[in-house]
Structure formats: C-alpha cells, structure tokens
C-alpha cells in the first residue's frame, strides 16, 4: 500500500459542499483498507487483480456494522449512487437526500 498525503488538502465545492481531498491510496492485488465511523462501523475497500471490491456484504457484513446500503439516483442528472448510511443516521441522510435532489432505486440491505 502507498499512501501519498495532499498537504494542504485540496478543496473543492460540489452541490454547495465543501469537501477536501487529502490523500491518495494505492492498494496492490488483495490488500484492503479498512474505514472506521465514530460509532465503530467498518467499510473495506478490498484490492484484486482485476479491480476492487468496492464493498463488503450489503446484506451481511455491512448490515451487522449498522449501516443500509442504498442506490440513490439524482434527480437532475440521472446518475446513479450507492451510498451507505449508518442506521441511526437516517434523519440526516433523508435530508441529505432532499438537499441533493437524491431518490432511493432500492435498499440493497434488504433480503426482498
């Protein structure tokens, strides 16, 4: 793994939110890198030969962490989205949604 820190970070505005990009990750064949909330949830990015698992499990380890996986559409340009939301976040990311003109496709958590 590499890792190459953006100091200062670089900052950019999308949909009237600031966001700062502050390192870069390279990750050979089977490497993961491990993500933590506050809370304690846990999101891997896994590394293959052939590209990355860009999540575990929707539908189990995720799930057991407490977070939903949603594919959001935006409203006004059609792209698609897979976001994940902790469980007693869904008020913000509601909001969230409404802000950013953001519909949920489907929950990909869900066993139906």
């Not at 390192?23 to 993961?32: N, P, V, W």
């Not at 575990?56 to 057991?64: A, E, F, H, V, W």
């Not at 594919?71 to 008020?91: C, F, H, I, N, Q």
């Amino acid at each position: 793994m590499k890792i190459d820190s953006i100091s200062p970070p670089r900052s950019f505005t999308v949909k009237g939110v600031t966001m700062e990009h502050a390192a870069d990750i390279r990750l050979s064949a089977d490497e993961l890198i491990t993500f933590k909330t506050p809370s304690g949830a846990e999101y891997d990015v896994t590394a293959k030969d052939w590209g990355f698992y860009a999540t575990p499990s929707t539908n189990g380890r995720l799930k057991d962490f407490g977070f939903r996986t949603a594919v959001a559409r935006s409203e006004a340009t059609g792209r698609l989205y897979v976001l994940l939301v902790e469980k007693d976040k869904m008020p913000a990311f509601e909001t969230y949604c409404q802000e950013q003109q953001l519909v949920i496709d489907s929950w990909l958590d869900e066993e139906d």
